[in-house]
């Protein structure tokens, strides 16, 4: 071998070692399923369409359930996971007890993808895609939803803690928690119209009812302390959006500008702060409003997601295999 064809030789080994030390990021594909499962996503459809005109709130709660996963160690559906000696479960975590609802549909819906393609479906896309077919199912935008995600084999309840907003964080503490996800303030004011859905509970938003701020509008004040009263019935519930609690539309943006956010967090959105102008324009242009959500939903559904050879995909969405 002479030095030239050595240099070559060598050059080539460089290169290879670069090439299989590089990690194996697979993408999300929305085709992911196309060969492996072509009724995983007809099927899924099926059982949120069934739940949410069961109950129209399913939806908001099938939105916010892919929230609170991918807001805790990746959307890997580790929110699904029971208690177990290795697990210590994310619903027991305070952002989550008592208030994150929409298990059970889930569960059910893995039931019904594992009759026709036993574990090929990951629990962590069935909630994105459920989260989507929840949107679309109370006239809210559609998006195509990126698949291949896999389960976590892990859950934590002091992430959920530590990394999900608070209804009392401040404006600076909301911009930091989503940059930490990789969503900047335009797209988290998008996602926070996710409350145009759902509802809260008195505890939650009972303080700022109390507080006399300047912030709140007097009389929407007053009507919500009907069934909040200043101690006890914390769990009585209030739409987060009052004038049209079960349609997606950009209300919420308006509820704001006139201050009638139920939520500090929702109202710190619109009181003077770097946001206010991000509101008044979902709050005039339901078209941008919705186009921004669909695209912050897609950016979400990619926070550290596990693909290829990691984790696993879960027979039943509860528990390990
Ligand atoms: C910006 C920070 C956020 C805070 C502090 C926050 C906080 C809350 C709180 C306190 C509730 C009421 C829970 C209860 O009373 O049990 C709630 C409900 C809800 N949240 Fe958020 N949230 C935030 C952002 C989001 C985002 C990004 C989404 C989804 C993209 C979302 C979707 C929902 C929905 C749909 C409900 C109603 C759920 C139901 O009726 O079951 N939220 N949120
Ligand atoms: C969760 O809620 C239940 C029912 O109210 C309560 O008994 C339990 O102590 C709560 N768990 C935690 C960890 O706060
Ligand atoms: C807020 O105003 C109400 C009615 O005017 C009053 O009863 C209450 O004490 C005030 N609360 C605070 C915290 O100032």
Request: aromatic letters at 6%.
């Given at each position: 071998?002479?030095?030239?064809?050595?240099?070559?030789a060598?050059?080539?080994?460089?290169?290879?070692?670069?090439?299989?030390?590089?990690?194996?990021?697979?993408?999300?594909?929305?085709?992911?399923?196309?060969?492996?499962c072509?009724?995983?996503?007809?099927?899924?459809?099926?059982?949120?369409r069934t739940?949410?005109?069961?109950?129209?709130?399913?939806?908001?709660?099938?939105?916010?359930?892919?929230?609170?996963?991918?807001?805790?160690?990746?959307?890997?559906?580790?929110?699904l996971l029971?208690?177990?000696?290795s697990?210590?479960s994310?619903?027991?975590?305070r952002?989550?007890?008592?208030?994150?609802?929409?298990?059970?549909?889930?569960?059910?819906?893995?039931?019904?993808?594992?009759?026709?393609?036993?574990?090929v479906?990951?629990?962590?896309?069935?909630?994105?895609?459920?989260?989507?077919?929840?949107?679309?199912?109370?006239?809210?935008?559609s998006?195509?939803?990126?698949?291949?995600?896999?389960?976590?084999?892990?859950?934590?309840?002091?992430?959920?803690?530590?990394?999900?907003?608070?209804?009392?964080?401040?404006?600076?503490?909301?911009?930091?928690?989503?940059?930490?996800?990789?969503?900047?303030?335009?797209?988290?004011v998008?996602?926070?119209?996710?409350?145009?859905?759902?509802?809260?509970q008195?505890?939650?938003?009972?303080?700022r009812?109390?507080?006399?701020?300047?912030?709140?509008?007097?009389?929407?004040?007053?009507?919500?302390?009907?069934?909040?009263p200043?101690?006890?019935?914390d769990?009585?519930?209030?739409?987060?959006?009052?004038?049209?609690?079960?349609?997606?539309?950009n209300?919420?943006f308006?509820?704001?500008?006139q201050r009638?956010?139920?939520?500090?967090?929702?109202?710190?959105?619109?009181?003077?702060?770097?946001?206010?102008?991000?509101v008044?324009?979902?709050?005039?242009?339901?078209?941008?409003?919705?186009?921004?959500?669909?695209?912050?939903?897609?950016?979400?559904?990619?926070?550290e997601?596990l693909?290829g050879?990691?984790?696993l995909?879960?027979?039943?969405?509860?528990?390990?295999?």
């Amino acid at each position: 071998m002479n030095s030239r064809n050595s240099c070559a030789a060598i050059a080539a080994m460089l290169l290879l070692l670069l090439v299989s030390n590089t990690p194996c990021t697979a993408q999300l594909s929305s085709a992911f399923y196309d060969n492996t499962c072509p009724n995983a996503l007809s099927t899924i459809r099926t059982a949120i369409r069934t739940a949410v005109s069961r109950e129209r709130r399913m939806a908001a709660s099938l939105i916010r359930l892919h929230f609170h996963d991918c807001f805790v160690q990746g959307c890997d559906a580790s929110i699904l996971l029971d208690d177990a000696p290795s697990i210590e479960s994310e619903k027991n975590a305070r952002p989550n007890n008592n208030s994150v609802r929409g298990y059970e549909v889930i569960y059910a819906a893995k039931s019904e993808v594992e009759k026709i393609c036993p574990q090929v479906v990951s629990c962590a896309d069935i909630v994105a895609v459920a989260a989507r077919d929840a949107s679309v199912a109370v006239g809210g935008p559609s998006w195509t939803v990126k698949l291949g995600r896999r389960d976590s084999t892990t859950a934590s309840r002091s992430i959920a803690e530590s990394d999900l907003p608070r209804f009392r964080d401040s404006l600076e503490i909301l911009i930091s928690k989503f940059s930490d996800k990789g969503l900047n303030a335009r797209e988290m004011v998008a996602l926070s119209g996710a409350h145009t859905i759902g509802q809260a509970q008195c505890l939650t938003f009972r303080d700022r009812l109390y507080n006399n701020g300047s912030d709140i509008d007097a009389g929407f004040a007053s009507t919500r302390r009907r069934r909040c009263p200043s101690s006890g019935q914390d769990g009585n519930l209030a739409p987060l959006d009052l004038v049209t609690p079960n349609s997606f539309d950009n209300n919420y943006f308006k509820n704001l500008v006139q201050r009638k956010g139920l939520l500090e967090s929702d109202q710190v959105l619109f009181s003077g702060g770097s946001t206010d102008g991000i509101v008044s324009e979902y709050s005039r242009s339901p078209s941008t409003f919705n186009s921004d959500f669909a695209s912050a939903m897609v950016k979400m559904g990619d926070i550290e997601t596990l693909t290829g050879q990691d984790g696993l995909i879960r027979r039943i969405c509860s528990a390990l295999n």
